[in-house]
């Protein structure tokens, strides 16, 4: 018994150090600063990690997410958790996640999310997250889809089931990146159904997606949400721009 004991410690430690080798001679590197990632650093370095400019907006609840949609959508909670700057660090992430086939990303920025959401009173608020869809050929040509991504790292962090199939896209809309409020809008409002009814009937829901600007993709997409019967909505954004 002893002896396969430490037959056992020594592969393990074996390993170790042949994993040890392996990231020193083909190391990882940090998504957001391209530095190399230390051991039990996954993805992003603890110092990026320690810069994420956060909004803080979980302790405010009449903060500018809110204060955007107010009158446009009933919510219960509107929150975001990074500021996005023009060339910052949250752009280069998110132009990561998005771009560059690094979905897992999304995973872990949502679950450091989720966390932060968990360890201030938001545990057991929700009872199915949502990722705001993409239209399928979109998400052929990407390989997936970034919020839903996001949306499963905060659902391991929150305990609370995430679900891709409810809500899908119709109509492929072209970019908003140039578009007004009003183009915007106009643009999203009859493009997103709900597949399931029977899913978000008298739930409460947490709708999210990766950034908001105007609103108008979230508002478009929970409105269907709330005339198909959830009982309450939610909506929580990766950044906000």
């Known amino acids: 018994m002893g002896s396969n004991r430490m037959k056992s410690n020594v592969r393990v430690q074996a390993l170790d ?22 051991k039990g650093e996954e993805i992003l370095c603890t110092f990026c990690i320690s810069k ?26 509107g929150l975001a958790f990074l500021k996005f700057r023009k060339g910052g660090l949250v752009q280069k992430l998110l132009h990561q996640l998005k771009y560059n086939n690094h979905p897992e990303l999304g995973e872990a920025l949502g679950r450091v999310f989720g ?8 545990a ?6 949502i990722p705001v869809p993409l239209h399928a050929s979109r998400k052929r040509a990407r ?40 183009e915007r809008w106009h643009n999203v409002e009859t493009v997103f159904d709900i597949l399931d009814v029977n899913k978000i009937q ?13 609103g108008a993709t979230l508002e478009a997409c929970g409105t269907r949400l709330l005339e198909s019967g959830c009982r309450e909505l939610s909506v929580a954004c990766l950044a906000e721009a």
Request: aromatic share 12%; charged share 25%.
């Open 115 to 122: 966390h932060e959401m968990y360890e201030n009173g938001y």
């Open 143 to 182: 390989g997936y889809n970034q919020s839903a991504h996001i949306a499963k790292g905060m659902g391991a962090a929150l305990k609370t089931p995430w679900d891709e199939s409810i809500s899908t896209r119709k109509v492929n809309t072209r970019t908003q990146t140039r578009k007004t409020k009003t």
């Open 202 to 214: 008298d739930k409460r829901v947490l709708l999210v997606d990766d950034v908001m600007t105007t």
């Open 17 to 38: 150090l042949l994993r040890d080798f392996v990231s020193l001679v083909y190391p990882n590197y940090c998504l957001g600063c391209s530095n190399a990632l230390f």
């Open 124 to 129: 057991n608020e929700f009872d199915v997250i």
């Open 52 to 77: 994420l400019p956060k909004t803080n907006y979980l302790y405010d609840y009449n903060n500018p997410v809110m204060l955007r949609l107010q009158g446009r959508l009933r919510l219960k909670y």
